[in-house]
């Protein structure tokens, strides 16, 4: 099947791999980069498992025969993976998170959420000057682990593991899309008109989605929203990222692919680094549920 495989030798991001640290290891499970094309393809394997088999997403005609989930940005990230060492070699990746940082998009295709969100900006010269001298931008994408290892414990070595990233490449911000099970946004309107009212990133910086695929996220008003039950709706990672001070871009976008409805989130990494860098003790507030693996497309 190697003419369907869309990974190359010669890509950037690639060139480290080899190369790449272990971040974390705790008896069996290791957290750390890819470190071959083939590892590579075993990760976008449990991909594919998770977000086509188990979750009901509409795989494209070459997923189907490759049973992998892969698009063109595959090339170019970074693959952060969970790696259980008693498991035989083509099972042992149980987690994976794909990771572009600003410098290798900005030499490739972009980041993957512009073709959802205005990410604008997050590119002027006021934010780069928030950012920091020599800092960048991180996006997150892809996020899965296996049903029989979505716990807390796996969870908190994972977010370790990308602490250690954004501490190596100097990474400020990171951003991505999060999703709500649903393409019916009038069923979300209660979660969607809290996060609009409550957790709506700064003017200066506000990303909006892009025009035509633009959901209105302000449904219903601030006052008449019941905040118990529309905190109970919102999706576990969302909840997670909300605890670490993310916020929220304006707008929702419908992905009929993944059968889901996704909103921009912008997550300040200081707050990350102190929680899960190994120089702190680790905690268990980010991701509180198994529910917590949903991707992040």
Known sequence: MKKYAPLRPSVAAAQAMAGAPSYVRKGSIEVRLARSFQEIKIAQKLRYNIFYEEMQAKPTWKMKITKR?????????????????????????VGTYRLLRQE?????????????????????????????EGKQLLELGRSCVHKEYRSNAT?????????????????????????????????????????????LVAEDFKVTALSGMHEEMNLI?????????A????????????????????????????????VFILLPVERIAKRYSKHYDLKTEANDTAESTKAVQ
């Open 69 to 93: 989930d892969m698009d063109p940005y595959d090339v170019f990230c970074d693959h952060l993976l969970v790696i259980d060492h008693d498991k035989p070699k083509t099972k042992r990746i």
């Open 231 to 262: 905190r109970r709706a919102l999706p576990p990672l969302i909840k997670g990222y909300l605890r670490l001070g993310c916020l929220i871009g304006n707008g929702a976008v419908v992905d009929k692919q993944f059968g889901t409805t996704d």
């Open 104 to 132: 290798i998009a900005e030499a490739h295709e972009g980041f993957y959420s512009a073709g959802e969100f205005d990410l604008g900006p997050l590119m002027t010269d006021h934010f780069r000057k928030e950012m920091g």
């Open 155 to 199: 969870i908190n070595l994972l977010w370790q593991g990308i602490a250690e990233y954004l501490k190596e490449f100097n990474i400020a911000y990171m951003f991505g899309c999060a999703s709500f099970d649903g393409t019916d946004p009038a069923e979300l309107k209660e979660p969607l008109a809290y996060l609009y009212h409550n957790h």
């Open 221 to 229: 008003a601030q006052d008449d929203i019941d905040v118990r039950k």
